[in-house]
């Protein structure tokens, strides 16, 4: 049998420990590098809502409702507008939609045949939730929305506010994509450029999960929207 010395012995030892040692190290800088670099649910709840605050202004532009025979045709202009009630399971959601498709008649909100259809699925609505109907109830079996554009069910976002140039609950954009403010149902007869609310200084949008908070701000004329934390 052939015979070990100790010098080997010695230095197969001594680099078990050095591996032991590596794996230590390893560890700890897990421990600590690993917390930091785990999503963060108000910043993914931002960033989705800043891709489809730029998709609605660039169905805006894509789809002009001009139409010279409806003095209201500017009514049914792209929007997305936010909600809390109970067919949003009383956390805030938004939808993507265009006012009375091909009609003349402006509710000022939502229903089945007006939101848009999310460009990655077809079957589904870009809705997370909103009044009027079971099919935009995000706890009914018959939703047919989607549970992402629900900011509270997934992200755990509690509330929203818009401020600035911006008030209410909705923001929409015409063919230039410029962004307007307020409701166009509560504005009446022929479009005129004293009426038409384009915002005028830079729109706010806050949301928070009552510890957290991030601000998507949606600028004036250009309407190019961004989020900070």
Request: charged share 15%; net charge neutral.
């Given at each position: 049998?052939?015979?070990?010395?100790?010098?080997?012995?010695?230095?197969?030892?001594?680099?078990?420990?050095?591996?032991?040692?590596?794996?230590?190290?390893?560890?700890?800088?897990?421990?600590?590098?690993?917390?930091?670099?785990?999503?963060?649910?108000?910043?993914?709840?931002?960033?989705?809502?800043?891709?489809?605050?730029?998709?609605?202004?660039?169905?805006?532009?894509?789809?002009?409702?001009?139409?010279?025979?409806?003095?209201?045709?500017?009514?049914?202009?792209?929007?997305?507008?936010?909600?809390?009630?109970?067919?949003?399971?009383?956390?805030?959601?938004?939808?993507?939609?265009?006012?009375?498709?091909?009609?003349?008649?402006?509710?000022?909100?939502?229903?089945?045949?007006?939101?848009?259809?999310?460009?990655?699925?077809?079957?589904?609505?870009?809705?997370?939730?909103?009044?009027?109907?079971?099919?935009?109830?995000?706890?009914?079996?018959?939703?047919?929305?989607?549970?992402?554009?629900?900011?509270?069910?997934?992200?755990?976002?509690?509330?929203?506010?818009?401020?600035g140039g911006c008030s209410g609950a909705r923001v929409s954009?015409?063919?230039?994509?410029?962004?307007?403010?307020?409701?166009?149902?509560?504005?009446?007869?022929?479009?005129?450029?004293?009426?038409?609310?384009?915002?005028?200084?830079?729109?706010?949008?806050?949301?928070?999960?009552?510890?957290?908070?991030?601000?998507?701000?949606?600028?004036?004329?250009?309407?190019y929207a961004s989020v900070a934390y």
């Open positions: 049998m052939k015979k070990i010395s100790k010098n080997y012995l010695l230095r197969a030892a001594f680099t078990m420990l050095e591996l032991v040692f590596v794996i230590v190290v390893i560890g700890v800088l897990a421990a600590a590098i690993i917390p930091n670099t785990r999503t963060n649910p108000v910043q993914e709840a931002a960033i989705q809502l800043v891709s489809h605050i730029r998709y609605t202004q660039h169905l805006a532009m894509m789809d002009d409702k001009y139409n010279a025979a409806d003095l209201n045709w500017y009514k049914g202009r792209w929007q997305i507008i936010f909600y809390d009630g109970n067919n949003s399971n009383y956390v805030p959601a938004y939808t993507v939609f265009s006012d009375a498709f091909g009609t003349s008649t402006y509710s000022g909100n939502p229903n089945v045949g007006e939101i848009a259809i999310d460009p990655q699925n077809p079957n589904v609505l870009m809705s997370g939730g909103y009044s009027g109907s079971v099919s935009l109830d995000v706890i009914h079996s018959s939703f047919q929305g989607t549970k992402k554009m629900n900011l509270g069910m997934t992200y755990g976002i509690t509330s929203y506010q818009l401020s954009f015409d063919y230039m994509g410029r962004p307007i403010n307020g409701d166009h149902n509560t504005m009446t007869g022929p479009y005129l450029a004293g009426t038409q609310r384009l915002i005028t200084s830079n729109c706010l949008i806050t949301i928070t999960d009552g510890t957290e908070s991030a601000i998507i701000t949606i600028r004036p004329e250009t309407g």
